[in-house]
């Protein structure tokens, strides 16, 4: 008797997230982590879960699909007909039973079926057991690693489960299949036309369906030819047998007349055989595997797809001769899962709540796609970090993203300024040999203006020592090869490009990949690429003090150092700028507004304007761009972005201006800054800005006639706005927060003009006596402008403000009786007075008030405030990111447009719920920050009402604003999110508390712990956990009853015993008592202490201690 099937999830004990008959479950859209291995092509694949779950799938980014891409709406739609399709003929006695598994027709409505998704971190399965026909079809999804290609496997097994035996016919693959050589726009605009470039060759011995075009379609008196193809290659395998199946290339042989690709009319007829002679052009050709099988009761046989991308015949000949041994595929998809696991042992966590492990791993998995893995290149002196796997988010929700999944060897990817700087934040926490490179990388690339390209590149080097490299002739098996690879290295290159460039060359190494990689990168040094992009955001400067601090958390004692020390630090150069105010005030529609606020708008990511931009020699130069690169310290950096945002405060003093054409985090707002919106959150990261610098040099202890050494325009412009300021405290008047910004703007006017070629290169000394007393002035400024924000009534702060024009003039032309016009034929004026509105309230302005609150009694009360607050979703018990905005203008951005509780308006944002949740644990609000934490934490989520694996996390959640109340809950937009930083912060200071390695009293660095845990993370039974040693190595830890572990320094295990299971913190908690130190040569050190002196301290940071055992009493 057919049952009803329903939907149900669950999560197994090896990681895989099940969701039975997933096809009636709510739809979701995710991804393969598109990892390779070092040495291998990545891939992107994409799946959803209906039909056959994989939707699209290519290499590098849309412009190379081999399943064409689709946005998640219209993959929910298309995938049971364009994804992949398996067809069965059974025939069993006198019947015959045409059957297609994993589809939802009438004719499967009358079938006793169930289905099953199993989602692990780097792949899926699928299986439909048919009762009635006796059969069970499963599928299986995997990428290949370490090869010269780029390959996605499918292998379906067909199982008779009846007590007959059955005669099979199989056609298995994609409907459609697009050639190399076709980008996205000649498949969404010209569809039809570009058909006419479309063949299929069979290339190898293996007559291989090899898919391109044979030059670049493009109208152009140039014909460029196309090399490398997409390919597709099907057997079956029975009894350890294999046999290659025909290929079918031709969709009309398939489908007939039925050209929506419904169902196989043809092959479902009564006799099916593949003709000798098939249409390989001016179509889009299919691919397809034909084959047939008897299988008796029992019995099973497995079809095996290889579809993917090779630059060239000879190394797909090569892959396809390998595959001929079925193991050889069982042992690449052993090497992904072993790759993936490794990358996740990094935050290896062994608590008793097993959702929370895997959570663990899968965030810090999806935190290396979106920042990348700090992989240590170092030998020969020199230590290099290159950020492989990681990409810019984009994917079936982020339609809107032009992703790029490098297709080359130590694959990267570009990245957004925001993005990449908040999910590398941490790295320094998982790789020691990080060190200060985030903190030098993403301070250069702030401008003298304060503001900082958008688009950040992954990796780039070039030779800077020809001495050294000429010891590198004996790596090349011919002497003649050293001479075209310097040609290579003596430009800017990827570490991923160098391997693609000998490969293509035939340059053959007398040694492996992994040392010629150090050797060359000895010689080389690393650059820096990024391109502006469009706009200027307000708060990307922001994240730099976390990467500084994440820095000073494992290196405390070289505050000095890279404060005031080292003058490694350099300057953007970009020529985008921003307008004067004349230039972009404009009148329109009788009300003033700031529009076209950059000089040049809105560049074309791989346009000429924006490659120029993003050229090798970015750095500012003295001589106003003639001489050499300027090169200064951190400090100056900082007192730059200091003084920039000191002279951007909005005409109340309150917030930081909008005045380049972009907002800040909350995006959605993208009307503000033509509404002079400004954001109290900048004005905040400010304030504590500022106070990390006056803490620091309290902290190395300046001698305060000392001097810092500025560029004279900025040491003129800090100036300036010092006595600004002093004039402003001097100024009784109710005036005196506009007067101050009218000057200030002035003043900022009067410097960008100084330094938009460059600077003299001339510096004057600034005293730090009177440095602190400047920025002691500039913070109470921040603090009176902060306590406007503050709304007693609520007890919480304004987060963006309108600050409407209500009196201005048109300012005159050239000539005098003409209005001088803007570019695109606006009259310009001159505000005289401007009105302050706030917008309702907004999670993240509590979060920064929290950030800089220094008592904890009032960081409660904020805490309190907020939960009483509209923000606060009290079906969900979650926070969303802003109050209703209904009786807002739409003019303020899209943020207005959108339902409530989708998207950015009245959702729960979980980047911005897990900020706020972290401040909580940073103030030692233990009690309150573990009462959220299982109602604010994907693991903990029920998983019916969050719609995908609870080991996932989600940009947003669906809130109880929306209006379709099944939908509440629900998480959308998977993965590529601020999140996973958030999420890794709790981690690392529940684990060892914010600050593990401190300066004793002797000015010695000690390593002490400070753990927050809640007694329940502590295992209630001995416990196996497989774990990877830091050489790879697969072993599997027995953790003892009433103990914790997790992965420090990606080199150290630690394990936390709790004889009595209490908690670490609040009265009567536990704390480190015992240290027992087993290093790399297995030698045991048992100290009794709660903390680990210096010695042992620095061996931790070297990664010489493999386990330590701390008992807590």
Not at 251 to 278: H, I, T, W
Not at 877 to 906: C, D, H, Q
């Amino acid at each position: 008797m057919k049952k009803k099937r329903a939907v149900e999830y669950s999560l197994q004990e090896d990681g895989k997230f099940i969701i039975k008959n997933y096809d009636l479950a709510k739809p979701f859209a995710s991804f393969f982590p598109g990892i390779a291995g070092l040495f291998g092509i990545p891939m992107w694949v994409f799946y959803v879960n209906r039909g056959q779950g994989i939707v699209s799938f290519g290499t590098e980014d849309k412009k190379h699909s081999i399943l064409e891409f689709f946005p998640a709406n219209r993959a929910w739609q298309f995938v049971s007909k364009r994804g992949f399709r398996t067809f069965l003929k059974i025939k069993s006695g006198e019947k015959v039973f045409c059957y297609e598994p994993f589809q939802n027709t009438q004719m499967s409505e009358k079938l006793d079926i169930e289905r099953r998704m199993a989602i692990s971190s780097g792949d899926f399965g699928i299986c439909e057991d048919n009762r009635s026909a006796g059969i069970f079809v499963s599928v299986d999804y995997c990428t290949l690693p370490d090869e010269p290609l780029a390959c996605l496997m499918r292998k379906v097994t067909i199982k008779n489960t009846s007590r007959s035996s059955k005669n099979i016919e199989m056609l298995d693959g994609l409907p459609q299949m697009v050639p190399y050589g076709v980008n996205d726009r000649f498949l969404k605009e010209l569809g039809r036309t570009i058909e006419a470039w479309m063949k299929v060759d069979f290339v190898t011995k293996f007559r291989v369906p090899y898919y391109k075009l044979t030059v670049d379609p493009t109208d152009r008196p140039q014909v460029i030819y196309i090399n490398g193809g997409n390919f597709y290659y099907n057997f079956s395998v029975k009894n350890s047998r294999m046999k290659k199946s025909a290929f079918i290339v031709d969709p009309n042989l398939v489908f007939g007349p039925v050209s929506d690709f419904n169902y196989p009319q043809r092959f479902f007829a009564e006799r099916f055989s593949v003709p000798k002679e098939q249409v390989t052009c001016a179509k889009t050709s299919s691919a397809f595997g034909y084959t047939n099988f008897a299988l008796k009761p029992g019995e099973e046989v497995c079809i095996v797809s290889l579809i993917g991308y090779a630059h060239d015949e000879k190394h797909l000949q090569e892959f396809i001769a390998n595959t001929e041994n079925i193991e050889f595929l069982d042992k690449k998809c052993s090497d992904y899962t072993g790759i993936i696991a490794r990358l996740q042992n990094y935050i290896f966590t062994a608590s008793p709540d097993n959702a929370y492990n895997l959570y663990c791993r899968q965030t810090y998995l999806d935190n290396v796609m979106r920042g990348g893995f700090p992989l240590t290149v170092k030998g020969n002196g020199k230590k290099h970090i290159v950020h492989i796997y990681s990409r810019r988010h984009g994917d079936l929700e982020r339609d809107y993203n032009n992703f790029l999944t490098e297709a080359a060897y130590l694959s990267q990817g570009n990245g957004n300024y925001r993005d990449v700087n908040q999910n590398r934040r941490n790295d320094v926490w998982f790789n020691a040999d990080v060190e200060d490179e985030n903190v030098i990388a993403f301070f250069n690339l702030l401008q003298l203006d304060g503001f900082n390209p958008l688009i950040v590149f992954g990796d780039r080097f070039r030779l800077k020592d020809k001495v050294k490299f000429e010891s590198c002739r004996g790596l090349f098996k011919k002497e003649a090869d050293w001479q075209k690879v310097y040609g290579f290295i003596e430009k800017q290159f990827a570490a991923g490009g160098l391997f693609m460039f000998l490969e293509k060359n035939g340059i053959a190494l007398k040694t492996t990949k992994e040392k010629f990689l150090v050797d060359v990168l000895s010689c080389c040094d690393k650059q820096e690429n990024a391109e502006h992009g469009d706009g200027f955001w307000v708060d990307h400067w922001t994240y730099n003090i976390d990467a500084l601090e994440a820095y000073l958390a494992i290196y405390p004692e070289r505050l000095q150092d890279i404060l005031i020390k080292t003058k490694r630090f350099v300057f953007f150069n970009n020529f985008v700028k921003v307008k004067p105010r004349e230039d972009k005030y404009v009148l329109f529609e009788g009300r003033v507004r700031q529009y076209h606020a950059v000089s040049v708008e809105e560049l074309e990511e791989d346009s000429e304007l924006s490659k120029k931009i993003s050229s090798a020699d970015w750095a500012v130069r003295t001589e106003y761009g003639k001489a050499e690169v300027y090169k200064t310290t951190l400090l100056v950096k900082i007192l730059c972005l200091i003084a920039n945002k000191t002279a951007s405060l909005d005409p109340s003093g309150s917030g930081i201006e909008m005045e380049a054409n972009k907002p800040g985090w909350y995006d959605a707002l993208n009307g503000l800054p033509g509404l002079f919106g400004s954001s109290v959150c900048e004005t905040m990261e400010l304030k504590r800005l500022i106070e990390f610098v006056l803490s620091a040099l309290s902290a190395i202890n300046v001698n305060e006639d000392d001097s810092a050494a500025l560029p004279e325009e900025l040491h003129l412009f800090l100036n300036d706005i010092d006595k600004l300021i002093v004039e402003y405290n001097q100024n009784t008047s109710d005036n005196r927060d506009m007067d101050y910004w009218d000057k200030s703007y002035a003043l900022k006017e009067a410097y960008r003009r100084k330094i938009a070629s460059g600077i003299s290169g001339k510096e004057l000394p600034l005293r730090y006596a009177e440095l602190k007393s400047m920025l002691r002035r500039m913070e109470d400024k921040l603090t009176r402008g902060i306590s406007r924000a503050y709304v007693a009534r609520s007890g919480l702060f304004h987060t963006y403000y309108i600050n409407e024009v209500v009196e201005f003039e048109k300012i005159k032309g050239e000539n005098d009786n003409a209005v001088k016009m803007s570019a695109d034929g606006l009259e310009c004026v001159r505000p005289l007075r401007f009105e302050q509105k706030p917008l309702p309230l907004f999670l993240e302005a509590q979060v920064h008030a929290l950030r800089i609150e220094p008592e904890q009694k009032k960081a409660l009360a904020i805490y309190r405030n907020t939960k009483k607050s509209p923000l606060y979703d009290k079906k969900l018990k979650m926070y969303k990111v802003n109050a209703p905005l209904s009786k807002l203008s739409e003019e303020i951005g899209r943020a207005r447009i959108f339902t409530p509780g989708w998207l950015e308006n009245e959702s729960i944002w979980l980047h911005m719920e897990y900020k706020f949740i972290l401040e909580l644990l940073r103030h030692g609000l233990y009690e309150e920050f573990f009462s959220e934490f299982k109602n604010v934490l994907i693991p903990f989520q029920p998983a019916e009402r969050y719609g995908r694996s609870i080991l996932e996390n989600s940009s947003f959640l669906v809130s109880s604003a929306f209006p379709d109340k099944e939908l509440h809950g629900n998480g959308f937009v998977a993965r590529l999110s601020g999140s996973t930083a958030e999420f890794i912060n709790m981690w690392l200071w529940m684990n060892v508390g914010q600050n593990p390695f401190i300066i004793a009293k002797d000015n010695d660095v000690v390593f002490k712990p400070i753990p927050v845990l809640p007694a329940w993370m502590f295992l209630k039974k001995p416990t196996e956990f497989d774990f990877h040693q830091p050489d790879g190595t697969k072993t599997v830890l027995l953790m003892p009853k009433n103990s914790y572990a997790f992965n420090f320094l990606g080199t150290t295990l630690i394990v936390y015993h709790n004889p009595g299971r209490k908690d670490t913190f609040s009265a009567g908690g536990v704390k480190p008592r015992q240290f027992k130190i087993t290093d790399i040569n297995a030698v045991e050190t048992v100290i009794d202490a709660d903390c680990l002196g210096a010695t042992y301290a620095q061996q931790l940071r070297e990664g010489n201690i493999r386990r330590m055992d701390i008992l807590l009493g």
